[in-house]
């Protein structure tokens, strides 16, 4: 008995929640309600909002920095960056930015993209072609726009593969069709 009300009241509970975040939701518009601004919501989490709420004004490619707040920068793991910022789309733009180099004992960096899993896999540039040098990632950085939906290999070539190896400067993408609505 007091198993079964305890239970109830539980049921009662969720669906208030439930029947609260419904509102929430069909009200996504207005700011500010309960204390939650969609507006901001919806800027900090514009990927995955465009991702589950495909609407033709939002089916736009977008920019996206590769390394966030990090930049293309040695010992930051572009993998697991990848992996948390996809998926990427077809016409999507990745913006590498990295420092130029400041005086001839500097190891800038560079991107270089790669012919296949197993290049990038062992850090072999031999076949990799230069798609910036160490200059180019500087001011508002050097911008690649993922033009085919085929993998893409980049990693940083510098010091021979050693940024690519042991500073963990690579990472591949694969960009897909964005859905869409009727
Ligand atoms: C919600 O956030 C946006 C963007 O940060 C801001 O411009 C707006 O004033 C906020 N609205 C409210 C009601 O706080
Ligand atoms: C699509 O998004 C735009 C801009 O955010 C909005 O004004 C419009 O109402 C949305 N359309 C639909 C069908 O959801
Ligand atoms: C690389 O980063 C790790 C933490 O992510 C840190 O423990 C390590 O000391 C760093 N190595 C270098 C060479 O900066
Ligand atoms: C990508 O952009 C090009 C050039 O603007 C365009 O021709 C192509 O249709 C776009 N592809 C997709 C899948 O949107
Ligand atoms: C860098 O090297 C070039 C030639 O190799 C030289 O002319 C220049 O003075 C050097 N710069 C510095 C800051 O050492
Ligand atoms: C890097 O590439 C830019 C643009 O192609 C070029 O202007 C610049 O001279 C190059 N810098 C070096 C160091 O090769
Ligand atoms: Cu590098």
Same mark, same amino acid.
């Given at each position: 008995m007091g198993q079964y009300s305890s239970s109830n009241y539980l049921a009662k509970a969720l669906a208030v929640l439930l029947f609260a975040s419904m509102l929430a939701g069909c009200m =996504?518009? %207005? /700011? $500010?309600i309960f204390g939650f601004n969609s507006t901001d919501w919806r800027l900090r989490h514009r990927g995955s909002w465009n991702r589950h709420h495909p609407n033709k004004t939002q089916e736009l490619p977008i920019k996206i920095i590769v390394g $966030?707040?990090? +930049?293309? %920068?040695? +010992?930051?793991?572009y993998t697991d960056w990848a992996f948390k910022h996809g998926p990427f789309y077809v016409n999507d733009t990745l913006v590498f930015k990295y420092d130029p180099p400041v005086d001839n004992n500097s190891h800038p960096h560079n991107v270089y993209l790669l012919p296949n899993l197993e290049s990038l896999m062992k850090c072999d540039l031999s076949k990799a072609k230069e798609? =910036? +040098?160490?200059?180019?990632?500087?001011?508002e950085g050097f911008e690649f726009v993922l033009e085919k939906r085929q993998p893409y290999y980049f990693a940083c070539g510098a010091s021979n593969g050693v940024h690519c /190896?042991? $500073?963990?400067m690579k990472f591949s993408v694969m960009p897909t069709l964005r859905a869409r609505l009727g």
């Open positions: =996504a518009n %207005r /700011d $500010g $966030g707040s990090e +930049n293309w %920068r040695f +010992n930051f793991s798609i =910036a +040098n160490a200059t180019q990632g500087a001011g /190896d042991v $500073g963990h």
